[in-house]
């Protein structure tokens, strides 16, 4: 029997280290994993408190496709607190993580066969969820030379090598680099794709966790739902939710059909305990418990920065937001992948190598989750110190 060429899309690499690590902390070995993007805390415990009510009292049967009015009214009022901006809860739609509200989103806007462009280095799985729908996925190159940034004079350049886009994802904080375009480039980009007709996804998921006062939350697109635009959110990163499988988006109107349709027959609706419990996330204590693991997260960011002379890691990313670290270790290594090997080999610490998330140029670059916490970072560096 066939398997389908849809599903002829790499898995992550990195997963086999983290494979790998957990095989070896299962014999004993004390492993030191700064390679997955998961918060260590976990849900505040307002939401968990929530949780353990609903569960021994709630009703958590189906809610609507696009998620329980409750929860997308209090996603409304969060658009209104960062960002003065009035949502309709009814272009609001919840989703299974943001993974879901991606192939809902690719699917509700692109063909099989249409161009849909990345920045790169970026998140793999944009690239892997669009080759698997059919799209043709057009890779912009923004490395170092860029800043890691994506502009509009690269967008119009890679237009005209290409003659066409449908599509563009961009990611602002951005993983694995951390790096954030501020308002007057989320602007510029937005404009840009309304006037070329092209539909921008803007993925904001590590918004909150930004370093500079100036520029918290983050510059959305919402602004831009209105020509078009689409805009991704979760609660797995600022809110540390990862396995309650959360997310949303907010539609322009063309496409409040089109994802209610797709995500009745998908999914029927998200986790409807998640979804309940996380009203509370937008409770003052859970907006509360989400910044002071930021806080923790910048410390554990200055820990790094200053420690990287010592391993000679000489080159890395502006790690503006997020909770990475995007590196280039040349200097130390001519191979990332079997970098990462060594290292664990010799240290125990994990690290994610960064042919992940650049197929071009990541492998020379590895990238540091520094969400595993401040005493976890810090032990980590000193074997590698060591090393």
């Known amino acids: 029997m066939k398997v389908a060429k849809r599903a002829r899309v790499p898995s992550f690499s990195v997963m086999d280290i983290v494979a790998e690590a957990a095989s070896r902390r299962a014999s004993g070995q004390d492993i030191v994993s700064l390679c997955v993007g998961e918060p260590v805390s976990g849900a505040s415990e307002v939401v968990r408190a929530r949780a353990q009510q609903l569960l021994a009292s709630g009703d958590l049967g189906y809610t609507d496709p696009l998620g329980a009015l409750a929860l997308r009214s209090e996603i409304a009022g969060h658009y209104r607190r960062w960002y003065d901006a009035h949502v309709d809860p009814a272009q609001i739609a919840v989703t299974t993580g943001s993974s879901g509200a991606f192939m809902v989103a690719f699917l509700a806007a692109f063909d099989a066969g249409d161009v849909v462009a990345v920045a790169r280095p970026g998140y793999p799985a944009y690239r892997n969820i669009l080759n698997a729908l059919g799209c043709e996925v057009l890779d912009i190159a923004c490395g170092p030379d860029h800043d890691f940034r994506l502009t509009t004079d690269l967008l119009d350049a890679a237009l005209r ?7 563009l994802v961009v990611a602002s904080p951005a993983n694995p680099t951390g790096t954030m375009l501020d308002a007057a480039e989320v602007a510029a980009i937005t404009s840009w794709c309304e006037n070329h007709g092209v539909r921008l996804i803007s993925d904001e998921i590590y918004h909150g966790i930004v370093y500079d006062p100036a520029r918290w939350p983050g510059a959305s697109a919402v602004e831009a739902v209105g020509g078009g635009a689409i805009v991704i959110n979760s609660f797995s990163k600022y809110w540390a939710m990862t396995g309650w499988r959360l997310g949303w988006m907010i539609l322009p109107p063309d496409l409040v059909t089109a994802a209610d349709a797709l995500t009745s027959n998908i999914a029927l609706c998200p986790p409807s305990l998640a979804q309940f419990a996380a009203v509370a996330a937008f409770s003052d204590e859970g907006y509360g418990a989400a910044q002071r693991e930021v806080e923790r997260y910048a410390r554990t960011r200055e820990i790094m920065l200053e420690a990287l002379p010592s391993i000679g890691w000489k080159r890395v990313a502006p790690p503006d937001g997020a909770f990475y670290l995007y590196a280039d270790i040349s200097d130390v ?27 071009v140029d990541g492998g020379k670059h590895v990238r540091v989750s520094l969400a595993a916490g401040e005493n976890r970072v810090a032990e980590a560096l000193s074997r590698l110190r060591e090393r």
């Open 161 to 167: 090598g290409r003659g066409r886009m449908d599509g």
């Open 333 to 359: 290594a001519d191979d990332a992948t079997q970098y990462c090997r060594d290292v664990l080999d010799r240290t125990g610490v994990a690290l994610a190598p960064g042919g992940d998330f650049d197929p």
